[in-house]
Nanobody, 120 residues
Framework: QVQLVESGGGLVQTGGSLRLSCAASGSAFIINTMSWYRQAPGKQRALLATLTGDRITELSDSVRGRFTLSRDNAKNTAYLQMNRLKPDDTAVYYC??????????????WGQGTQVTVSS
């Protein structure tokens, strides 16, 4: 079992910044990808960005130039730094991690989601 705990969401004004964290715990042994998604009210969940190893391999045009990803391998934690936030960024943000457990079984885990609200 691999659990993900997200934190860092909240209410911010337009132009502000937030940093989301996603910590993986449990039997995660090898982490292949760490991704961030978001789901706005009435819309489908959409992929924002993916880290494969230490490289950003996916990045949505909607956040390019404003959001950046990073990870701390020692802490099995991914971060999403969100700058110049807009009201359109209001959504529930989810992290997703894929990899192998210590038993070398593949896993695909989701965080519980964290609300980000950007006021105009």
């Amino acid at each position: 079992q691999v659990q993900l705990v997200e934190s860092g969401g909240g209410l911010v004004q337009t132009g502000g910044s937030l940093r989301l964290s996603c910590a993986a715990s449990g039997s995660a042994f090898i982490i292949n990808t760490m991704s961030w998604y978001r789901q706005a009210p009435g819309k489908q969940r959409a992929l924002l960005a993916t880290l494969t190893g230490d490289r950003i391999t996916e990045l949505s045009d909607s956040v390019r130039g404003r959001f950046t990803l990073s990870r701390d391998n020692a802490k099995n934690t991914a971060y999403l730094q969100m700058n110049r936030l807009k009201p359109d960024d209001t959504a529930v943000y989810y992290c997703n991690v894929e990899g192998l457990t210590r038993e070398l079984q593949p896993f695909d885990s989701w965080g519980q989601g964290t609300q980000v609200t950007v006021s105009s």
